[in-house]
């Protein structure tokens, strides 16, 4: 199935959880605090303003994003639990840096 979402919505595949903890004690599904962070799957084209001119989204397909807590519809679509939100629902968008540079001795 291919899923097209309308006018300023954004389908999301929700990040995965952190299955231990930082001092290493497992935390059960049902405990486990869902994460707000996620991978764009799919845009809307946008909305439209007063003059019926388009407005793009600024995330695309791909976009690492971070989004509120109680954001967005949940939905499953070919199996996968996905979610359905507004743009203004998003953040940020993650954008991926290299390591660090250490200091110079």
């Given amino acids: 199935m291919t899923f097209r979402p309308l006018h300023d919505r954004v389908v999301i595949r929700r990040a995965e959880g952190d299955l231990i903890s930082e001092g290493g004690i497992i935390i059960p ?3 486990k605090e869902k994460p707000q962070e996620g991978e764009v799957i799919a845009v809307g084209p946008g909305l439209r303003d007063e003059s019926s001119k388009l407005i793009p989204l600024d995330v695309k397909a791909g976009d690492v994003i971070l989004f509120a807590k109680w954001s967005g519809t949940e939905v499953k679509i070919d199996g996968e639990d996905l979610l359905i939100m507004k743009e203004s629902d ?4 993650v954008e991926k840096t290299g390591a660090p540079a250490g200091k110079a001795a």
């Fill in 29 to 31: 599904d049902t405990a």
């Fill in 90 to 93: 998003i953040m940020g968008i």
